[in-house]
Structures are given as structure tokens and as C-alpha cells.
Nanobody, 125 residues
Framework: QVQLVESGGGLVQAGGSLRLSCAAS????????MGWFRRAPGKEREFVAA????????TYADFVKGRFTISRDNAKNTVYLQMNSLKPEDTAVYYC??????????????????WGQGTQVTVSS
């Protein structure tokens, strides 16, 4: 089992940047593929980005391609989401999640086994 804690959210102006971090407990972090999801006010939670356990494979939602970058540091048990060129529509609670599957990077919410509590990102216009 792994416990996940997100940090790095906050208030930023449109066009600005934030880096989210997700710290994982336990010694098996490198055994999980990791993902970031978000839930905007009044909307369902949606996929943002995911990364394989090695860090060698990543995938992104179309609406963040070229703006967001997911990465991980297995020595620090941490996954990151660098968010650039933020837009007001990026306002949401951002969640990190762990997927026990190590074969393929997945994007469905139901594929993920463990979730953090989320961190709020607010982008002002």
C-alpha cells in the first residue's frame, strides 16, 4: 500500500507557472505507474498526465500537451507536475494517483488504486 500527499497548489495569474509535488510513503513507490487527475468546480474528475514506473513513458491529456510536464524521482518517492502557461480553465483540485499495473501507462480513473487528498490550483484571469 502507498499513501500519497500532494503539495504546491495555490493562486497564480493566467500565464504563470506552478509545480505540484506528490510525495509517496513506503518503499515500493518505484513499483507504481503514477498519474495526475483534476476536478474542476461542477465537473467530473478528469485525467491530466501519467508516467511509467521508470519515468521513460508519459502520456498527457490533449488540453495540457505542451504546457504541463510530468516527471518522477524514485529516489525521493515523488512525482511532479510542472504546469506552465496556466489558464483560468486549469482551475481545479489536482490529485495524484498510483496504479499497481506496471505494464502500460493508463488514463482511466478506475485504473488507479491509491489517491491523494488533492491540492487546489486557482488561476486568475
Amino acid at each position: 500500500q502507498v499513501q500519497l500527499v500532494e503539495s504546491g497548489g495555490g493562486l497564480v495569474q493566467a500565464g504563470g507557472s506552478l509545480r505540484l509535488s506528490c510525495a509517496a510513503s513506503g518503499r515500493t513507490f518505484s513499483s507504481y505507474n503514477m498519474g495526475w487527475f483534476r476536478r474542476a468546480p461542477g465537473k467530473e474528475r478528469e485525467f491530466v498526465a501519467a508516467i511509467s514506473w521508470t519515468g521513460g513513458s508519459t502520456t498527457y491529456a490533449d488540453f495540457v500537451k505542451g504546457r504541463f510536464t510530468i516527471s518522477r524521482d524514485n529516489a525521493k518517492n515523488t512525482v511532479y507536475l510542472q504546469m506552465n502557461s496556466l489558464k483560468p480553465e486549469d482551475t481545479a483540485v489536482y490529485y495524484c494517483a498510483a496504479d499497481k499495473n506496471m505494464i502500460v501507462v493508463r488514463i482511466r480513473e478506475t485504473d488507479y488504486d491509491y489517491w491523494g487528498q488533492g491540492t487546489q490550483v486557482t488561476v486568475s484571469s
